[in-house]
């Protein structure tokens, strides 16, 4: 399994977060968390605007992190199924604790009449 930062750090989360705050990242793994195992086209459907390039490097890399599992069929055409490992779950609770967050704080903004700020393409 691959470590997350090839230097130390003195934060014990900045290699982790070095990895999930990558463009895209994110995504890719609260569409798997939510929607469960599924295909590398579907995942791409799933991750609006995507590229099948970085897609295929985030996969990967999350892999290689041990929070994506990649499961390999000998059938023709090939199938290549993706899903979340153990590992990730623990993570998708902190996922979930900043969902209803999100949706707590965009809740605020709504019924305050302030304006929350513009939300990136990407996580």
Request: include cysteine; aromatic fraction near 8%; glycine fraction near 8%.
């Amino acid at each position: 399994m691959k470590r997350f930062t090839k230097t130390p750090s003195p934060c014990a989360i900045s290699g982790l977060m070095e990895l999930l705050t990558r463009p895209w990242t994110m995504h890719i793994l609260w569409s798997l968390s939510t929607k469960g195992p599924m295909r590398f086209g579907g995942l791409r459907k799933n991750v609006a605007g995507i590229s099948a390039r970085v897609l295929t490097e985030r996969l990967r890399t999350l892999e290689e992190a041990g929070f994506v599992f990649r499961h390999y069929e000998q059938t023709i055409p090939p199938a290549v199924t993706y899903g979340i490992t153990d590992r990730m779950k623990d993570i998708e609770k902190v996922l979930t604790q900043l969902e209803a967050l999100a949706r707590k704080w965009n809740g605020e903004g709504a019924a305050s009449g302030h304006s929350q700020p513009a939300q990136s393409a990407h996580m």
